[in-house]
């Protein structure tokens, strides 16, 4: 866009491949979508080979990138426009999906199965429970404005989970039941989160293509008083969420 | 592993498809291995029947599950093997990769691109700078214990950058090399990651099947003094990391 001759080269040259220069135009271009900086119809493609100073088949590449990733579309007659929507889901505190996604729409919970179960070993020793203890088993396909975000599997000890069962677990999130059941707030949770393909059952009842990119996260929840009380095994669609975090260089 | 007869039903019971409890019981195996709790050969299949109270297809289906995220391996002759090692990547600090995993081995940099180029509009807005100003971009290829972990894609402004060009990018990170040339400390950076399948070049590089889950970073850092100075565009595999965050239930 600076239309003065220059000796600095344009932003996607240093002699590279075309496709490393497309993702490179492409990561720019994704990082505007995503910050809802660039909406609608796309530039025009002379003004994206003018300011990325590429060829008219590297932006051509660039948003066939984006589009595999189902950030835009190509209407005929009109352009290249965005219609991929992510969420925004901080890091900074924790909370239930219905509580991070207030501004976004209604989330649902679609419960597949809610009962006692024996605790597999794993379980009863990360909830701190004897070995073949109950826990209560809440599994729930959740949805926000109706479309599939995430598959939870959700473990509790029976003492916890057991009231669940007679709440409205379709129209509330866990953490809020478990603190108005209880009394109690919750404390800290570690997350281990992943990036996985979906196995083709997971991919069916999440409404994606088979082997779609998910986040998987692990959370183990606490009460504030330190008890483990909730184990949860999550997958949420990788095209409708975006984590966000802010990392500080000094340990606070 | 309860041998006493209960009420409860077995852990993945509850009448669901066998789909259902395969996922069950594979999320939990695959917690134990991630924690590193459940290392070389799996326990054999009539114990983990009883474990979860599941059928024998229901076992093979999880494990599967995991192979298919390249968790575990089948030896003939031995049975199923956990060969997938994955490196926690702590969200706790901001720090540079070779800080991060340095107990875990050495991080070597493939330097693919560096030099100054013009800044592409949203990387002038994001770095604070005049449009159409000189940025330094750096593209690297990481490797820990020699095999592809993330390509990262850097703009970093021309005063901040171009000192890194006289510098050994393949040893260093260049988090470090910043706070060592310009004596001055980093502050916090804003994280945006997502879930993405790789598209085909960028699976090449990072030497993984086309489609495979990528954790995708746009990182933002800067100075202590709050100057933005470095902006990423990272693809990590998916397959080699897992993030860990402690989220608090109260706002700190």
């Given at each position: 866009?600076?239309?003065?001759?220059?000796?600095?080269?344009?932003?996607?040259?240093?002699?590279?491949?075309?496709?490393?220069?497309?993702?490179?135009?492409?990561?720019?271009?994704?990082?505007?979508?995503?910050?809802?900086?660039?909406?609608?119809?796309?530039?025009?493609?002379?003004?994206?080979?003018?300011?990325?100073?590429?060829?008219?088949?590297?932006?051509?590449?660039?948003?066939?990138?984006?589009?595999?990733?189902?950030?835009?579309?190509?209407?005929?007659?009109?352009?290249?426009?965005?219609?991929?929507?992510?969420?925004?889901?901080?890091?900074?505190?924790?909370?239930?999906?219905?509580?991070?996604?207030?501004?976004?729409?209604?989330?649902?919970?679609?419960?597949?199965?809610?009962?006692?179960?024996?605790?597999?070993?794993?379980?009863?020793?990360?909830?701190?429970?004897?070995?073949?203890?109950?826990?209560?088993?809440?599994?729930?396909?959740?949805?926000?404005?109706?479309?599939?975000?995430s598959l939870d599997l959700t473990y509790l000890p029976a003492d916890v989970g057991a009231p669940l069962l007679e709440r409205d677990l379709a129209g509330n999130d866990i953490f809020a039941l478990l603190e108005e059941i209880h009394g109690q707030?919750?404390?800290?949770?570690?997350?281990?989160?992943?990036?996985?393909?979906?196995?083709?059952?997971?991919?069916?009842?999440?409404?994606?293509?088979?082997?779609?990119?998910?986040?998987?996260?692990?959370?183990?929840?606490?009460?504030?008083?330190g008890r483990p009380i909730d184990l949860e095994y999550i997958r949420f669609r990788g095209d409708r969420l975006t984590l966000r975090a802010r990392l500080d260089r000094l340990p606070a």
């Open positions: 866009m600076n239309a003065e001759p220059s000796p600095t080269p344009p932003p996607a040259a240093l002699g590279r491949a075309r496709s490393d220069r497309a993702r490179q135009v492409a990561d720019v271009l994704r990082g505007q979508v995503l910050a809802g900086d660039l909406t609608g119809v796309l530039p025009p493609e002379r003004m994206l080979i003018a300011e990325f100073g590429v060829t008219r088949n590297t932006i051509r590449e660039a948003l066939d990138l984006l589009r595999a990733d189902g950030l835009v579309t190509r209407r005929p007659g009109i352009g290249t426009v965005v219609c991929g929507v992510k969420y925004p889901h901080g890091l900074h505190r924790l909370a239930g999906l219905a509580e991070v996604l207030r501004e976004h729409g209604t989330v649902t919970n679609e419960v597949r199965a809610a009962g006692p179960i024996t605790a597999p070993a794993q379980v009863a020793a990360q909830l701190r429970l004897d070995r073949g203890a109950e826990v209560t088993y809440v599994e729930r396909l959740r949805r926000l404005g109706g479309e599939p975000l707030r919750l404390g800290v949770a570690e997350v281990g989160m992943e990036a996985v393909n979906a196995d083709p059952d997971s991919a069916t009842v999440l409404e994606v293509p088979r082997g779609a990119a998910l986040l998987r996260w692990e959370r183990l929840t606490h009460f504030a008083s």
